[in-house]
């Protein structure tokens, strides 16, 4: 229901069908008795929280987990040999600027190259992770409407679904944030680490010279982001 193909070549976008979004609508109203005092405590003005959130909802944000891990692992078996010479050119990046003094601005501009590469392939990526989130929202809001409305029907809660109200909502965490942590490491995944301009590799400081050079007008246009 939310899958991808590979990143790397073609992606198929199926989006919400009319049967998910029936299929979506169907677990709402089954579910609908069981949780009557979750949706009367929305109707009161509560806050409910992650706890005791239904399986279909617990489902589809597990589906979102796996398929963006998908989407991630494939983005970096993918591009590889991009990082193999990526790591290769920060080393003469960083010993040119930091170790000699000397600017070097064919490494760097061929460093910025291949960096704009990674970074364009890591944003798709990104955008396709949160079509992932979006469609299952999407697919959560259906569920939602149809349990607040049986639950209406039967004269537990009035008015509409609150505009908002979407226990479960799926948000991509911090470590989609910043599209180089691909380069560095398992820094993908490992949100809570310190920032890259800490980081002693060669990477994380050709980087960090990179951007800084950019900033200074001192590198090719077009390969500064995150």
Not at 32 to 51: I, Y
Not at 104 to 110: C, M, N, T, Y
Request: proline residues 5%; charged residues 25%.
């Amino acid at each position: 229901m939310i899958n991808k193909a590979r990143i790397n070549v073609r992606v198929r976008r199926p989006g919400i069908r009319r049967l998910s979004s029936a299929r979506a609508r169907f677990h709402g109203r089954r579910d609908a008795a069981g949780l009557r005092e979750f949706l009367t405590g929305a109707a009161a003005g509560g806050t409910p929280d992650d706890d005791g959130l239904p399986p279909y909802v617990l489902g589809l944000r597990a589906q979102v987990r796996r398929g963006t891990a998908r989407l991630r692992s494939r983005t970096l078996a993918a591009h590889r040999a991009l990082h193999v010479r990526i790591q290769a050119e920060s080393v003469r990046v960083v010993t040119q600027y930091t170790v000699r003094g000397e600017p070097a601005p064919a490494a760097l501009a061929r460093f910025g190259q291949m960096v704009g590469e990674w970074r364009a392939a890591a944003s798709v990526c990104r955008q396709q992770a949160q079509q992932l989130a979006d469609e299952a929202n999407q697919l959560m809001a259906s569920y939602w409407d149809a349990a607040w409305t049986r639950t209406q029907r039967d004269g537990h809660v009035g008015g509409t679904r609150p505009t908002g109200w979407l226990p479960g909502e799926i948000t991509l965490d911090r470590t989609w944030a910043h599209l180089d942590d691909g380069l560095l490491s398992d820094r993908w995944y490992a949100p809570d680490q310190a920032g890259r301009d800490t980081d002693p590799s060669a990477v994380a400081q050709a980087l960090h010279i990179l951007d800084h050079q950019a900033a200074r007008g001192g590198a090719p246009s077009g390969i500064r982001g995150r």
